[in-house]
């Protein structure tokens, strides 16, 4: 593994359990995300500050875009620190404020 190539990142994981594919991220985003670009993000490519951004932005709102109104105003926005191992401020143990609705979502009871 070199410098570059991190290994799978945290948002896969996020990604699945929202239900989401790169498409739902490419579809939201207004910032012309690639698909390549979702992927590279996903694999583990090291990604410029300005990048991890672009990808956490179209993240929140393809996750927006899945939501009633009720759960909107539950909802938190993620920042880039838990997608990405290689964040400044990266913390495994972080616990997802959403974790209840995504369960929700998914049809289960927390």
Known sequence: MSELDLGPQ???????????????????SEEQLTYKQ??????????????????????NV???YKLNKEQKEKFEEYLHRPLFNYAKGYDAEWPDPNAGLQAELRGEEE
């Open 38 to 59: 979702v992927q590279r993000a996903r694999n583990g490519r090291r990604l410029t500050l300005k990048m991890m951004f672009k990808v956490t932005r179209a993240y």
């Open 62 to 64: 393809a996750i927006w």
């Open 10 to 28: 945290p948002l896969i994981e996020m990604m699945e359990k929202w239900g989401l594919v790169n498409e739902d991220l490419v579809n939201a």
